[in-house]
């Protein structure tokens, strides 16, 4: 009996645990609800020591303390807090190493904490002079508290007041904010007093600001929705040409303005608070209201050039308003009213589509086409929705069925709901994108183009509606869709009436303000009938002297660009202002300014070109570089020069164009002949610069990251660059400091041996922890501070640290030591030239020390071949070949292959056209053709395909540099299909030759073979680097395999010689960590092939030049 009470005991006790299944098993129906998801997850930041303690378990306690500090860095408003040193302005306790503390006072975030206190010192006297003022006007006698909790009453009234909160709500806040601020509040009655000092304080931030802004232009509007209130918005430009605007008036009224009041308040606010005379304000804008249109009437007698917008944005709102839809609108009140009354119904929407229900505004622009577009994506639910749910407003409810259930009205809701959602989003983008805040000024006149040019063209989702109720039949389809754009028509008609007649002037001024963007200006090509457009803005007064002035500023951009691509340095970080005014006299002294910069612009341009033909014709190796490579160069090497890279380091780019003068370039080379160039220089290499022919095999225990993840960002970080170089040189001296504020007995033999073991890529930490450790010898240590001492990586830092006297050798013996037999044998005078040269931002190398340097690694250069020139064509002109477009490749290798099978054409000497190639780059070309003396062939390919531009500036250069030489080779191969369409044909047909029978397919095919069969494999180290082109059949390094149609097998070959790579010895014996895919696969879509994107996928698989790794490269192109 015992046991079954027991039992039935624990039974009840389950059953009260549980009441809501108890509930549940007895029929009733409990569902638990969706929570809304409102908590966030935090992350607990733990800062770890920087030093272990096993690791500094021998290290002596630092006597330095806190107020030596203090001493040493006055006015940094650091602070003693319990033994700690604090900073003030940084908020932060802080090290009181020294080394530490210098970095930290050079630090970004404290400059900006000791600006801000400098700052809130201002701003408080501003704020007492506020509160001053209002003691005044309420003739108060005097208060009794201290400064700095009136301060703070203030400041927690206007906290309050930004944040949006309730002054009201301060009397439960008090006590907690009186507990951690230490200062006593009042009550919120009292605290409100404050308001107006605070109004005070943010009108004369106002009158700071903007009491030397030259023009101004106003907007302003009202509105009943919270009292009657009117509010002025000025803009303006700042000196860095930023768009900003400002209140500077708000206030309630007791009842609506006529034109005339708003005039008054206008003219008050603008004249007698702001002082803003007759020519200051230039524009206006407001809505359409009549009221606003009989202000501005009134205000344009005393300014008398204010130039009137009427607000875009209102204007294309409106648009919808005139949108006539037959079951649409009938339907969309119901659909409203549905919502609206019922809280219900839109939880239930959103149970069953997943999305909120949109909100119907009367204010809002474009809401009513929110909620409709909405529909017309869930139309699928809104017929079970209304079905499903009969309590749901029932009269309202069937008044929207009644709609559905008839099939016309049905058909033409759908096809009503399609077409006013093509139609409206084109003006909905419109009306947010002119509502913002940026310089519209510039791409408004745009805007309003494409809305004009979008508008009553295309309406796919009407076309698809259409398609579907006609089923087929294209008569009916078309009816359906010229039924449903004829809603439309009105909203699309007085679009154009307002911007094209009604708005007119105006816009064709916003057109013409586009002249005023320096990016613009250069694409719209503006004539003297494009500058008269100006007089459309009635406070430009003279249209001539504007015509005048864009003239010369357009002269000075051009100029500029110029100068730019030229890679004239100084110009690169050139700025300038020219301030108009409307004083005749500064009107000419801006004329003189901009005549004197042309001047001086036009003298440098002259001046620097001559400078780089000069260069260009003394140096061949010049010519294989654009200007902006040029530029690069002299960038990039100028950073290794004085030290802020490795030269091991620099990106892979500036090592791919110099293979264009030698082929076998690499860091120790480059690092060897620019030493031997600049005496007094910074070079140096990580020890990965020195060749280690080992260290990427499976036996090597070193790792290093290959994978270049991002080649693209290498060339312009310039910053990670330079921190990386510091770092070498703060971590040593930082560990030296370290050490010193550890009163250790250690001698600096102990630091170079733990530099020399640890490599200059050692941390802080590693530096200290092995001078620290007892686990080498003397001898031990002094056998590696000899091996720093003539460690060529590390001589700049121990030059930098200890001294010369500490290096054994001289650093450029040492370092020759490195060199290989090659490398030695370049040995020629010093050139003595001033190496560098600067703007604001960076150091280039000088264009005369490129010239050489390109010079000297090109005389190692021993690979030309002297081409054989074909007895039809004549040495000494541009000879020109005509041939069939499908044989113009045939034609080139014809003219290569020669009669002794020469090597392929190189880049050097060949350049295939087509829309994109640029005049620099066949300038280039006939450059290398004139300056040549070593025979080689050089030959222009698809020169018909020149843009006409291009092909003009051609033919001029082809003129100028061909004069005074007739020993050079040059071909120019165009296809006779585009004989009579090339302005390249057309200068230089007098050159046409008949050029013989091109070399037959099994010629050109075998000549092909034999040049693409890879050479033998070499070996690094012990390990033989054999090439990728070693598992294809006959070992060649490009073929191409094709089928007429997919599927047939293609990328299974690919597959099969991919997988027979890694049985290779050097991908074999590749350490784990450094392998990568060996089959890359770029995939080439469409018809025209975009080399650059090719080009950038390649690169993006790009490792470091002397990995001992073989890959395969699959070009997958498609069957288009």
Known sequence: MADVLSSNSSEEDDAVTNPIQLAINKGANITEPDRAAISRKRKIVKNSGKYKASRMKNHSKNDTCVWDRLKDFPGQHFVNENGQLRCNACSEIISIKKSSIEKHVQSKKHVNGIASIAKSKKENQTILECLKKQDIRDRASGSTLPEDMRLFRFEIVETFLLAGIEISKLDIMRPFLEKYAGHRLTGASHMKDIIPSVLEKAREKIKAEIQNVQEVSMIFDGTARLGEALAIVIRYVQENFKPTQRLICLEVLAKPLKGSELAQRLMSCLVVNHNFGPNLVLATMRDGAAVNGAAIRQLSFFYPNIFYVTCFSHTIDNVGTHFKFRVLDIFFRHWISLFANSYNAKLLWKERTGQSMRTYSNTRWWSKWEVQKQVYEYFGDVVPFLRENENLSPATRQHLLEIIDNPRDLQDLRLELAVIVDAGVQFVKATYYLEGDGPLIFSCYERLSAVSNAIGANFPSTSAIAREIANGDVVVQNQLITQATACVQPGLLFFQEKFSVQFHTIVRAFKVARLCCPVQVQQLKPDAATLEEFSNFPFIANSSTVEYVFEGILRVSDLYLQLCEVGEISNLTWKTKFRCSKIEGCREELLDNIDKTCETMENKLKQWKKNINGERHKCYSLNHFTMKQILNLRKELAKACIGLVAMDELPLQTFMLLEAVNKAIDPLLLANVLRKMIPENSIFLTEEGF?????????????????????????????????????????????????????????????????????????????????????????????????????????????????????????????????????????????????????????????????????????????????????VLKEGEPNLLLVPKGEVFGCVLSLFMGANDQPLPTDEEVIVCDENTTAEEIELLWRRAVVDESGLLFCLANADLLDYDVSQQAVRSLILLTQNHSRYHLVVICSIENEDKSHMVASIDQFRRQFPLLAPMRGIQHYLKEQLVVSDAKMVGDVQWAPAATVDMEKLSVRVVQSSRAGMGKSLVVKHLAEQLTNLPNNKKLREDLMLSLCPTIPVHGISVDSDCVTRTLRSHAVKRDIPVSRIFHLDMSQS
């Open 691 to 871: 060749k280690d022919e080992q260290k990427y095999f499976a036996n090597d225990t070193g790792g290093e990251e290959i994978l270049l993840e991002n080649v693209e960002e290498e060339i312009d970080v310039i910053q990670p660059i330079m921190r990386k170089r510091k770092n070498s040189l703060e971590t040593f001296t930082a560990a030296k400091e370290t050490l010193e504020g550890m009163s250790m007995n250690y001698s600096e033999e102990y630091l170079l041996a733990a530099l020399e073991h640890c490599g200059r890529r050692a941390t802080e930490d590693e530096l200290v922890a092995w001078v620290a450790s007892d686990d080498y010898d003397e001898e031990t240590v002094t056998m590696l501070c000899e091996k720093a001492k003539k460690n060529p990586r590390l001589s700049d830092l121990v030059k930098d640290v200890f001294g010369p006297e500490f290096q054994a050798i001289n650093d450029e013996e040492t370092f020759l030591c490195n060199m290989t037999a090659n490398e030695t044998e370049i040995e020629r005078p010093q050139i003595v030239l001033k190496p560098y040269v600067n703007n604001e931002e960076d150091t280039y190398l000088t264009l005369e020390i490129l010239a050489a340097l390109l010079d000297r690694l090109s005389e190692s250069e021993s690979d030309y071949v002297r081409r054989q020139l074909p007895s």
